[in-house]
């Protein structure tokens, strides 16, 4: 099978950063399950956010708040299991690192222990600066994000684009400085203009990976059952569809469901 990597190491966030000193963009997919992160690490993607979309696309929550440790915890075990090469990063949930940093690293290192991931993303700057570098003197690599976080929508009120006033995009840049300077290995970009993003990552030296933040970013993410179009009611102008995976497994079950009941499956051969 051919993918687009040729390189089959380990990627590690080490070499996240080696890509973009030398400009390759890094590729990532979420994934919340073994079969899917198999197929996502064979077809050649650099990194698998486990991330807590799972409480919107496998749950059907509304928001991303409900998420547990317990659940994030399941779900990466599936995908560490599924993945060889891919950087595995672990999205910690809503209420595990926001209070007590103490608490936040006792969190972390049950992640980190009882699923074999390589990396935690964690919402926010500043107010969470304490928490984060408690983590990473344990020695665990974090990826910081910015812009659009969805634990914070009900503070945000909506999905709009974050950080289009002056204001707010002063307070990201010197978050961006701040997650670098502290140590973060890392930064995803949510939803804020492509310009914002493209100043930031020139601005830092660890690689900026975008969701609806335009081109200038080092890497892309996003939410592999949106972009395989498993989801038909979530278009937002940045998602592209490479797949109608909806129209595809939608046909097969009707066709199943035909077949059973016009006793054509099982057939001769499918029988013992
Ligand atoms: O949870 C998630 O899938 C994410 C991406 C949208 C970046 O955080």
Do not use: W
């Not at 006033?165 to 978050?175: F, G, Q, R, S, W």
């Amino acid at each position: 099978m051919s993918t687009y990597t040729e390189d089959n190491r380990k990627v590690t966030t080490r070499r996240l950063i080696e890509m973009k000193q030398r400009g390759e963009k890094i590729s990532m997919l979420t994934s919340y399950d073994y079969t899917m992160a198999k197929i996502v690490d064979q077809s050649g993607i650099d990194c698998i956010l486990v991330g807590d979309s799972a409480s919107n696309v496998m749950a059907g929550n509304v928001t991303t708040l409900p998420m547990t440790i317990d659940q994030m915890i399941y779900h990466a075990q599936g995908v560490v299991r599924g993945t060889k090469r891919a950087l595995v990063v672990v999205d910690m949930p809503f209420g595990t690192y926001q209070g007590n940093s103490k608490e936040a690293l006792s969190n972390a290192i049950r992640i980190m222990k009882e699923t074999g991931a390589d990396c935690l993303k964690l919402e926010g700057g500043s107010e969470i600066r304490e928490s984060i570098e408690r983590i990473l003197t344990a020695g665990i690599p974090v990826i910081g994000h910015l812009g659009l976080t969805p634990q914070s929508i009900n503070k945000f009120g909506t999905y709009t684009v974050r950080a289009k006033d002056d204001a707010e995009a002063a307070k990201l840049i010197e978050d961006a400085k701040l997650l670098e300077e502290i140590g973060c290995c890392g930064l995803v970009l949510e939803k804020i203009p492509a310009k914002l993003a493209t100043q930031v990552s020139k601005e830092l030296n660890i690689p900026t990976i975008g969701i609806g933040a335009g081109n200038g970013c080092d890497g892309q993410v996003l939410v592999v059952h949106d972009m395989l179009g498993m989801n038909q009611g979530f278009s937002p102008r940045f998602l592209r569809r490479y797949a109608d995976l909806h129209t595809v497994m939608t046909e097969a079950i009707s066709k199943y469901v035909e077949d059973v009941k016009s006793s054509d499956f099982p057939n001769d051969k499918e029988q013992y």
